[in-house]
């Protein structure tokens, strides 16, 4: 049996667990530090991780097109460092009690990366994905803002918050696009 067939699915298990694990121990024991802090530190460990993998395909990263090396740098910045420390800080404004509207919002990735697929890379739609984004945007928005107007004055935090989350959708979908077309 080829070791790569049950290994590669077996780094994607692992860094799922690592994911799941991050937002219930990682991410609480850290509140007390400054947001980017707790963002370098993730990435910190996760470089530290990939480390030995990257040591051993070194030699493939000479075969990558000088033009991606700047979609690889936005991926890097929308992805890696905007959109998580967008996302840390709307947890951290909740203090991870009212993570509902947060990571509501931060699911909307998906629909930013399809409309900016079809925006940046002219993928083609069906016509009715607007019509259920529209709908996808209106049914978070409600969500968010529960009285349907944004009070950023009664103390509660859970509307900033909401908009971190926001924030980190369009950052993930945006590197997704940038991704996407650095392959």
Not at 83 to 103: E, H, M, Q, R, W
Request: hydrophobic residues 60%; charged residues 10%.
């Amino acid at each position: 049996m080829n070791t790569r067939f049950w290994l590669f699915p077996l780094f994607i298990v692992i860094a799922s667990i690592l994911w799941g694990v991050d937002g219930v121990v990682l991410r609480p024991a850290l509140y007390s530090l400054p947001v980017a802090t707790v963002v370098f530190i993730e990435h910190g460990l996760a470089f530290l991780f990939m480390l030995p993998f990257l040591i051993y395909e070194w030699k493939k990263l000479k075969e990558i097109k000088p033009s991606s090396y700047g979609y690889f740098f936005l991926v890097a910045l929308f992805g890696g460092a905007l959109g998580t420390l967008a996302i840390t800080k709307g947890l951290f404004y909740v203090n991870f009690a009212s993570l509902s509207a947060v990571i509501l919002l931060q699911k909307l990735q998906s629909i930013f990366a399809i409309f900016l697929a079809w925006l940046i890379l002219k993928e083609k739609l069906p016509k009715k994905f607007f019509g259920y984004a529209a709908l996808a945007l209106l049914g978070a928005y409600a969500v968010a803002f529960p009285t349907l107007l944004p009070n950023f004055n009664t103390g509660d935090k859970t509307s900033i918050a909401a908009m971190f989350g926001l924030l980190a959708a369009i950052c993930w979908g945006t590197s997704t696009v940038f991704s996407k077309r650095a392959l």
